[in-house]
T-cell receptor, first 114, second 113 residues
Framework: DAGITQSPRHKVTETGTPVTLRCHQT?????MYWYRQDPGHGLRLIHY???????DKGEVSDGYSVSRSKTEDFLLTLESATSSQTSVYFC?????????????FGPGTRLTVL | QQQVKQSPQSLIVQKGGIPIINCAYE??????FPWYQQFPGKGPALLIA?????SEKKEGRFTISFNKSAKQFSLHIMDSQPGDSATYFC????????????FGKGTKLTVNP
């Protein structure tokens, strides 16, 4: 699992509530990513980070924000959760250089928004 | 706009068969093409990857074939086993693109005993 943990692993929440998912890595890799996985859509990039306090939007960033105050932690926040954000969320890190982008994924967080 | 198109969506083969999963890309700047394997309830795991300077790469029973002119690449699984039953994703990235991967939508493979 490349030293990646995600918390919580499962969460059920109600529409309109804020939710924060945490990704933690133990190996000080520069790049970190948040994806969501939905049937028929594969893996879609939400936000990514290329260093402490350096983040950028991905393909499906609306309704999500991120923060990275330490190298090892990358937080994904849903300010006001909606049912369309019910999904499985994966964190990933990038290992390698020179175009050899080997991404390793965490175990995932299953989020249900009622 | 889907940058990486993967087919088929699902595939069923018998043990020992050779499933083939195909991907096509549009961006000629892509220069790294990995395949990921995902089992239910787990995160995707890197299986094998190829750069466009070679046309084929083998790792064990898994082979990537790459056709740069056609902008296509495929995964072949030799002597498939029931334990290979999983969802497979192709992906692509370009150097200098913040190491971002663009994924295909996935192929669910079932290998029957």
């Amino acid at each position: 699992d490349a030293g990646i943990t995600q918390s919580p692993r499962h969460k059920v929440t109600e529409t309109g509530t804020p939710v924060t998912l945490r990704c933690h890595q133990t190996e000080n890799h520069r790049y970190m990513y948040w994806y969501r996985q939905d049937p028929g859509h594969g893996l879609r990039l939400i936000h990514y980070s290329y260093g402490v306090k350096d983040t950028d939007k991905g393909e499906v960033s609306d309704g999500y924000s991120v923060s990275r105050s330490k190298t090892e932690d990358f937080l994904l926040t849903l300010e006001s959760a909606t049912s369309s954000q019910t999904s499985v969320y994966f964190c990933a890190i990038s290992v390698g250089a020179g175009g050899r982008n080997e991404q390793f994924f965490g175990p995932g967080t299953r989020l249900t928004v009622l | 706009q889907q940058q990486v198109k993967q087919s088929p969506q699902s595939l069923i083969v018998q043990k020992g068969g050779i499933p083939i999963i195909n991907c096509a890309y549009e961006n000629t700047a892509f220069d790294y093409f990995p395949w990921y394997q995902q089992f239910p309830g787990k995160g995707p795991a890197l299986l094998i990857a190829i750069r466009p300077d070679v046309s084929e790469k083998k790792e064990g029973r898994f082979t990537i074939s790459f056709n740069k002119s056609a902008k296509q690449f495929s995964l072949h699984i030799m002597d498939s086993q029931p334990g290979d039953s999983a969802t497979y994703f192709c992906a692509a990235s370009k150097q200098g693109g913040s190491e971002k991967l663009v994924f295909g939508k996935g192929t669910k493979l079932t290998v029957n005993p």
